[in-house]
Structure formats: structure tokens, C-alpha cells
């Protein structure tokens, strides 16, 4: 019996499974959030989706540099890239995906980045999940987050003004934010 894998099932389990893992090309949408089942498959199916045109020859290179967060439709790419060539080239990746209603072109052109950074990121990260987790009036799974260069970018929907509020007040006040791109909806 051939034990080999082939190239292709590899390339099928990293697309179904590389979502799942933090810090990787995206997430996959969770139950328990208000949308409809019907819009939660139709947001992993974005991900999904814009992971095999990340997983391609063309396009591999920016498959760690490049994370996907999808609500309702509304896609977020965060993360950064050598040059404005591949952030627009990874912003055509979701072009014309079925389902795709709003595109946040938020990749930025690497900095000094490093170690330091990727560390400063995980624990701003680290401070706002807590923070969003614990809050009595907010239901954090209507709300992804992103951290780069300490600046917290935002997609969800907010059930009412208060909760946005909540959310806004918990991340700005959150030590080494330096910054809040708000795409969240409602409210």
C-alpha cells in the first residue's frame, strides 16, 4: 500500500484546517454569534475560499502574511506585506467570491515588525479577548478582532449603541493599543 500523501489532499486538509489555528490566514465562523446558520456558512465559505486562492503558487507567499476575518459577508485582511504590490494583489484574491458584500483592505506595509511586535500584538490581543469575553453586556462572539502594530482592528455587529460603546471604551483603553479601525456595524 502507498502511504504517500498527495500534494493535493495536503493542500485540501491545510484549507480546511490552517483556519482553525490561531494566528493563521483566518477563522472559521463559530456558532453561538446572532447570525443565521445560513450566513455563518456562508462566511466560513469565504474563508475557505480565500485560503485556496492564498494556498495557490501565485499567491503562497502571502499566506502568513495575510489573515481573513469574515461577518456577514464583510471580509477584513489584516497583517502586512513588503509592498503595496501584495496588498493589492492580496485584495484581489476576494474579488468576485459568492457571498462577498464589503472588503477592509487593512494589510499594511511591514515596519520594523520583528519579534517584538508579534509579541506586542499577542498580548494586546490576550488583553481585549479577556476583557470582551468577561464584559457582562457584550457578546463577544459578534466581534473579531486583529491586532498589528498596535492598532485594533474591529468587524462585527454591535447589538445596541451601549454594547458598541462597551466594546470601543474596553479596546481603547487596553495598555499599547495605539489605535482602533472600527468596521462594526449596528448599534
Known amino acids: 500500500m502507498d502511504h504517500r500523501i498527495s500534494l493535493k489532499w495536503v493542500t485540501v486538509l491545510l484549507v480546511a484546517c490552517l483556519p482553525l489555528v490561531s494566528g493563521c490566514s483566518g477563522t472559521l465562523a463559530t456558532l453561538g454569534d446572532d447570525r443565521s446558520r445560513s450566513q455563518t456558512v456562508t462566511d466560513n465559505e469565504i474563508v475557505l475560499n480565500i485560503n485556496k486562492r492564498l494556498l495557490t503558487e501565485t499567491n503562497r507567499d502571502l499566506f502568513f502574511n495575510v489573515t481573513?476575518?469574515?461577518?456577514?459577508?464583510?471580509?477584513?485582511?489584516?497583517?502586512?506585506?513588503?509592498?503595496?504590490?501584495?496588498?493589492?494583489?492580496?485584495?484581489?484574491?476576494?474579488?468576485?467570491?459568492?457571498?462577498?458584500?464589503?472588503?477592509?483592505?487593512?494589510?499594511?506595509?511591514?515596519?520594523?515588525?520583528?519579534?517584538?511586535?508579534?509579541?506586542?500584538?499577542?498580548?494586546?490581543?490576550?488583553?481585549?479577548?479577556?476583557?470582551?469575553?468577561?464584559?457582562?453586556?457584550?457578546?463577544?462572539?459578534?466581534?473579531?478582532?486583529?491586532?498589528?502594530?498596535?492598532?485594533?482592528f474591529l468587524l462585527g455587529r454591535a447589538r445596541n449603541a451601549a454594547e458598541k460603546g462597551e466594546v470601543m471604551r474596553i479596546v481603547r483603553q487596553t495598555s499599547r493599543v495605539r489605535g482602533i479601525v472600527d468596521h462594526v456595524t449596528g448599534g
Open 68 to 152: 481573513t476575518d469574515v461577518f456577514e459577508g464583510r471580509v477584513m485582511l489584516t497583517g502586512t506585506v513588503k509592498k503595496e504590490a501584495d496588498r493589492q494583489r492580496a485584495a484581489k484574491l476576494v474579488s468576485g467570491l459568492p457571498g462577498v458584500r464589503t472588503l477592509y483592505n487593512d494589510i499594511q506595509l511591514a515596519t520594523d515588525g520583528g519579534i517584538g511586535a508579534s509579541a506586542n500584538a499577542a498580548w494586546i490581543d490576550a488583553k481585549v479577548r479577556a476583557q470582551l469575553v468577561s464584559a457582562k453586556n457584550v457578546k463577544s462572539l459578534n466581534y473579531r478582532w486583529r491586532v498589528v502594530n498596535s492598532t485594533v
